[in-house]
């Protein structure tokens, strides 16, 4: 009998351990917005520093987002809520696309929302704070993000199939709703539109 109930209880106690995707996503639902810095250091799969970089990301969940590079180049990867706008003012183009068609940009489209379909491609591990997603379809990208308890997200990893790394790590964070106007883009005069959707 106290064999029988030990399994029991050892049975409940499992099922109250939230698997590695609901405890990410949990957190990342913490925190509805937030403004931060970024740092970027791209390394080859042997450890060779390639680029750094820099720049600012505001996010509104779901699905907001603005991510500016201010270095070595300026580009803008924005979310306005249905439709990704992709500028880089040195060539003075700007794609546009539908949010599910934006498979370069999976890691914030999963950041922004715990809806978004595209968890149902991915498995998640956990290792206390730091959170490795394994694509189960197609994609090239795997991705590692430490998120705190608080919601609050520390760092993250893009890992191309050739392993090389994008490494980022956030910093001045401001947590909290912000303000719509960041996530409107206004096409610039002489610049050429690529519409995808």
């Known amino acids: ?32 917005g937030f403004y931060a810095q970024f740092s970027q250091e791209v390394k080859t799969a042997d450890d060779q520093l390639i ?4 720049g600012e990301l505001w996010v509104n ?13 300026e580009t803008l990867i ?5 439709a990704l706008w ?10 546009v696309m539908a949010l599910d068609q934006a498979e370069d940009n999976r890691l914030l489209l999963l950041i922004t929302s715990s809806d978004n379909a595209i968890w149902n491609d991915y498995q998640v591990s956990r290792k206390q704070n730091t959170f490795t997603l394994t694509p189960t379809d197609n994609s090239t990208q795997h991705f590692t993000i430490s998120v705190l308890p608080s919601g609050m997200i520390a760092d993250f990893t893009i890992i191309e199939s050739d392993g090389q790394r994008n490494f980022y790590v956030l ?20 610049v050429t ?4 959707r």
């Open 51 to 54: 680029q750094e970089g820099s």
């Open 193 to 196: 539109v690529d519409d995808q």
């Open 78 to 82: 924005l979310s306005d809520g249905t």
């Open 61 to 73: 969940r779901p699905n907001y987002f603005n991510w500016t590079m201010t270095e070595p180049d």
């Open 1 to 32: 009998m106290k064999k029988i109930l030990l399994i029991l209880c050892l049975l409940a106690s499992c099922s109250v351990w939230a698997d590695a995707k609901d405890v990410l996503k949990e957190r990342l639902g913490k925190v509805q």
């Open 171 to 190: 910093s001045h964070q401001t947590l909290g709703k912000v303000d719509m106007g960041h996530f409107k883009f206004t096409i610039p005069e002489h």
């Open 86 to 95: 992709i500028y880089t003012p040195m060539v003075e183009q700007v794609t």
